[in-house]
């Protein structure tokens, strides 16, 4: 890396710090009682219902009794655990997407925030330089009792025209699209990673699953906060080869599709705002 990508990098690094403190309230984690495994997810919240925003893999038909929503402050065991209302998800080798509808007593009882669609930005990762992933790897994790802690990797957005010379080096047999996935960079150098109480460092990305990808904001050079948004759900990991691994997401307005084809009555709004999301329903359905 040059002198001047790698002061780039530094500073989109050093901004993340802060975003990660800001998007933290708003993230997941997932623990599948039966595989013993870790995603992670998104709230997002359309009129007055709440939903998880994560992969379709990390859900399942039957989520209660099986999926644990872990509150940011845990709770006595005759508490029980966090019901889903409804789950729905879309699982092939082009679209990975999931959503967990939660009942109105959801965030109070997880600790936790939601974000608003106007948060959300349908876009590919050709739209930025770098991009944030936030969520719970499986490495931060402790069973006894069960906690796990955020992480936030900060990676470099892999335009359209690097996938082809990428892919053939990972055991990834998917075909890309570069109307529905998003690759991040997640070597040493693409990457940089801010966990939370853990020295800087990025874990692998096992737990990642279902976590958000935000993009800095929408005025080049400008970074904050308040203008990240979320463009993509992190479903897909190669870490096999190491001198070139990466992470693989679908687009947010996949997810958007699927919430959309299964609730009705927010479809209207939904397609208002996103004016991309009646052409790729036909893939959802």
């Not at 990508?5 to 975003?19: N, P, Y």
């Not at 936030?152 to 570069?178: H, Q, Y």
């Not at 050079?221 to 990466?246: C, E, H, M, N, V």
Request: proline share 6%.
């Amino acid at each position: 890396m040059t002198h001047c990508g790698a002061t780039k990098t530094r500073l989109v690094h050093e901004q993340a710090i802060s975003i990660h403190e800001h998007l933290y309230p708003f993230t997941v984690a997932i623990f599948d009682q039966e595989q013993g495994e870790w995603g992670s997810g998104t709230l997002i919240q359309i009129g007055q219902q709440v939903f998880i925003a994560t992969a379709g893999h990390v859900t399942c038909e039957y989520p209660n009794g099986r999926l644990q929503i872990i509150p940011e402050t845990p709770k006595p065991a005759q508490s029980g655990l966090l019901a889903v209302k409804r789950s729905i998800r879309v699982r092939s080798d082009l679209i990975d997407v999931g959503a967990l509808e939660l009942p109105a007593i959801a965030l109070e009882y997880l600790g936790k925030k939601a974000i608003e669609i106007d948060r959300l930005k349908d876009a590919s990762s050709g739209d930025s330089d770098f991009a944030l992933v936030v969520g719970y790897p499986g490495k931060l994790a402790c069973k006894s009792p069960l906690i796990v802690r955020c992480a936030a990797s900060m990676c470099r957005c892999i335009p359209a025209g690097e996938w082809e010379a990428l892919m053939p080096l990972a055991e990834d047999t998917a075909a890309a699209n570069k109307e529905v996935d998003v690759f991040l960079g997640y070597d040493d150098e693409n990457v940089g990673s801010i966990r939370t109480h853990e020295p800087t460092g990025f874990p692998p990305a096992d737990g990642f699953s279902g976590g958000g990808v935000w993009a800095f904001g929408d005025v080049p050079g400008l970074w904050s906060p308040q203008r990240s948004k979320l463009f993509g759900i992190q479903t897909r990991w190669d870490g096999i080869r190491k001198a070139r691994r990466y992470l693989r997401a679908t687009q947010i307005i996949y997810w958007l599709a699927l919430v959309a084809e299964h609730y009705p009555k927010l479809r209207r709004e939904l397609v208002a705002r996103f004016p991309r999301l009646n052409a790729v329903r036909k893939d959802i359905v």
